[in-house]
Every structure is written in C-alpha cells, then in structure tokens.
C-alpha cells in the first residue's frame, strides 16, 4: 500500500496549491479519503474528508478556501487550496480508511510567506 503526496512548496499569502495523492495497493474507491496537516507544535488535524460516496466535509478554518475531489479512475485524491493564509504552513497528508483499515501517506510540505 502507498499513499504518495505531490504538489507542495512555498506560496505568498493569497495564492493557490493544488496537492495530489496517488494511491496505489489497495481498492481506492471503496475508501474514504482524507486530507490532514500538522504544524510545528501542534497537534495533527483533519481538514478535509471525502467518502466513497463522493459527500465531502471540511474543518471550518478551511471551509469556502479549500476544496477536496478525487478521481477514481487515476486512483487520486486532490485539494485545491486558495486564499492561502500564513497559518496554513504545515505538513499536508492524505490518508485512506476502510473500517478498521487505515493508511497515511509521509506528507508534503506548505510553507506561505512572503
């Protein structure tokens, strides 16, 4: 099982990353999907969520700025980020449950400053 982060780096407050996961060793579309950060200091947090279903859900902090989408047939799950803010540098994961079966991908980073 790999889950496999790309699209990070430095952005100015106010731009847009786009993050993808690519999954591979498991059945993608029957998981749920999640996209999760984690800043120096602080606790790890779940920021956005789609299930197999397609319903997505969102940590408020990110709501209307972020939005997440997956494409079964390339096995991958996006987040579009805009209006980036400085308090969203942190170490963005994706990860994939089924039940009790639970996978993390190693993470990509977002730096935003000027």
């Known amino acids: 099982v790999q889950l496999v982060e790309s699209g990070g780096g430095l952005v100015q407050p106010g731009g847009s990353l786009r993050l993808s996961c690519a999954a591979s060793?498991?059945?993608?579309?029957?998981?749920?999907m999640h996209w999760s950060r984690q800043a120096p200091g602080k606790a790890r947090e779940y920021i956005a969520t789609?299930?197999?279903?397609?319903?997505?859900s969102y940590l408020n902090s990110v709501k209307g700025r972020f939005t997440i989408s997956r494409e079964n047939a390339k096995n991958t799950v996006y987040l579009q980020m805009n209006n980036l803010k400085p308090e969203d540098t942190a170490v963005y994961l994706c990860?994939?449950?089924?039940?009790?079966?639970?996978?993390w991908g190693q993470g990509t980073q977002i730096t935003v400053s000027s």
């Open positions: 789609i299930l197999s279903t397609g319903t997505t």
């Open positions: 060793g498991f059945t993608f579309s029957a998981y749920n």
């Open positions: 990860s994939a449950d089924y039940g009790s079966l639970n996978y």
